[in-house]
């Protein structure tokens, strides 16, 4: 056998590591469902193409709909798993999001953006900014998806995400407001138990982004280092941590920033207590789960 078959070259427990031939080994899977019916709230799914040329796929969650003529918000959600792991097929964002779908009477979109390192960052940025380019597309109702066509109402979308998929739930927002996307209309933000950078250079983060310098000079790991936070899309934000989270300083700080900066927005804040990062992702039947939903549909119905 090649030396290089069997020696690591980098190794980020517990995520990935990388062998010196170049293989990637993650250190844990999520199991993907199949699109259909959910049986336990009657959402609808089914996976559509964001883009031929990358391969770059979304899942659209449906609500049982009570009139053909019915429009309903429309929340963009982008999964968590430090860029790395996970998926929009997921077995938990399916949970997740079924359920958010039915409470709230909303349609949500998760776009399944390229996992890093095979594909470096900021592939994942860009294949969610297309993702809500590609939403953006169906203002007129001539798009190429028949559930956004006949049941989103573009005029009321939010943009959500966890752990690192808030990050870039953030990033495509200030992108959105910077470029001036004008076909759809950004009522608010959900981000849930953010990850952002320190001043400690993040290892991980430097070798999925090459040129990044991993700290809290860059703007996609600093929003207060970014010169268009004033621009960005939506009215409001809600930001939720978790008390026992590693990363809840990192959401206390991301709060304060768009509190105190030029953005044009309210935003609010929500702690669980007793929990740890991503509680309601890992663990869905945590009685603390049922308030942070309920405080999620709040801020969505009350846009």
């Not at 199949?34 to 959402?43: L, N």
Request: with cysteine.
């Amino acid at each position: 056998m090649d030396s290089s078959e069997s020696e690591i070259a980098h190794d980020f427990p517990p995520y990935f590591k990388v062998y010196k031939d170049g293989r990637v080994e993650r250190y844990r899977a999520f199991p993907c469902v199949d699109a259909g019916i959910d049986p336990t709230t009657g959402v609808q799914s089914k996976d559509v193409m964001i883009s031929p040329e990358t391969g770059v796929k979304a899942r659209i969650f449906l609500p049982n709909i009570n009139s053909p003529g019915q429009k309903l918000p429309l929340l963009v959600h982008y999964h968590g798993g430090a860029f790395c792991l996970g998926s929009a097929f997921g077995v938990m964002s399916k949970h997740f999001l079924a359920s958010l779908v039915s409470q709230a009477n909303i349609i949500a979109i998760s776009v399944d953006y390229r996992l890093a390192p095979e594909h470096p960052l900021p592939i994942a940025y860009d294949d969610s900014w297309a993702g809500l380019q590609w939403v953006a597309a169906h203002f007129n109702g001539l798009g190429p998806e028949p559930w956004l066509n006949d049941h989103a109402d573009l005029g009321r979308v939010f943009l959500a995400g966890e752990s690192a998929g808030a990050n870039i739930a953030h990033y495509v927002a200030v992108q959105a407001g910077a470029t001036k996307l004008a076909s759809i209309k950004i009522h608010g933000l959900l981000i849930v138990h953010p990850f952002f950078g320190a001043k400690e250079p993040d290892e991980m983060y430097k070798y999925m982004c090459p040129g990044s310098s991993g700290s809290d000079d860059d703007p996609k790991l600093n929003p207060a280092a970014d010169p268009n936070l004033k621009n960005m899309a939506g009215d409001r934000v809600l930001v939720c941590v978790a008390e026992k989270d590693g990363l809840r300083n990192r959401g206390v700080a991301y709060y304060e920033t768009l509190a105190k900066s030029e953005w044009d927005g309210h935003v609010e804040f929500y702690e669980t207590s007793g929990e740890d990062h991503c509680f309601h992702m890992f663990r869905p039947d945590s009685e603390k789960v049922g308030p942070l939903i309920e405080k999620m549909i709040h801020f969505i119905n009350n846009a």
